[in-house]
């Protein structure tokens, strides 16, 4: 069946260093693959998703990379700051989306 | 946009009672999605409407709960009886074009089952 690894399941970076969340997908015919951000209460919100056809995607300090011959994908946070701090879930899509277990980020100032 | 709405954003109920839960999707949207958050499990999809028609209902964990989406513009789930292990907290989410698009969760019901 359909399943998603992400690790490390917490993550304690300084402020101002980079933070690497990974995930292993099953599914040889996921397609999508997103990364959301939850703060503590709040709701899941896409910060980047990358598509099956690329192999790499920047927004400002944000990165995703995916390699399909190994299924997995990662996500980079580079110059990290305190307001990273939160619950990351990656996730892939072949025809429904399935979650990771979640890495909590800690930034430390 | 007011984003998708969810109402209650939270309900506190007695075991077998029954739980309406409703949604209202971001206007356009043609796919929903239910999903439930517990620290054990996780995010899970229980059901995903696409055009109004449920598409997958395999999350659903068993015959309590029951979701509609009557109107492309509102949705409901359902849990009749509840029982304490169905605390969590349950987001809606839309997207325009399937789960391979991006979806907006809404704020999330977080109910508590005594």
């Known amino acids: 069946g359909e399943n998603v690894e992400q690790h490390p399941s917490t993550l304690s970076v300084q402020e101002g260093d980079s933070a690497v969340i990974k995930c292993t997908y099953s599914?040889?015919?996921?397609?999508?693959f997103p990364w959301y951000k939850q703060e503590l209460g709040k709701r899941p919100q896409l910060i980047i998703d990358?598509?099956?056809?690329?192999g790499e995607k920047k927004d400002q300090r944000i990165a995703v990379t995916l390699n399909k011959t190994a299924k997995h994908f990662s996500l980079h946070i580079t110059e990290t700051q305190p307001e990273d701090s939160a619950v990351y879930f990656c996730?892939?899509?072949?025809?429904?989306?399935?979650f990771g277990s979640g890495t909590r980020l800690l930034v430390r100032p | 946009d007011a984003g998708v709405i969810q109402s209650p954003r939270h309900e506190v109920t007695e075991m077998g009672q029954e739980v309406t839960l409703r949604c209202k999707p971001i206007?356009?949207?043609?796919?929903l999605f239910w999903y439930r958050q517990t620290m054990m499990r996780g995010l899970e999809l229980l059901i995903y409407f696409n055009n109004n028609v449920p598409i997958d209902d395999s999350g659903m964990p068993e015959d309590r709960f029951s979701a509609k989406m009557p109107n492309a513009s509102f949705s409901t789930l359902k849990i009749q009886p509840s029982e304490p292990r169905d605390s969590a907290v349950y987001f809606c989410a839309s997207s325009f074009g399937g789960s391979s698009e991006t979806q907006y969760f809404g704020p999330g019901t977080r109910l508590l089952v005594l």
């Open positions: 990358i598509r099956s056809n690329v």
């Open positions: 996730a892939d899509s072949s025809y429904k989306l399935i």
């Open positions: 599914d040889s015919a996921s397609n999508y």
């Open positions: 206007s356009g949207h043609n796919s």
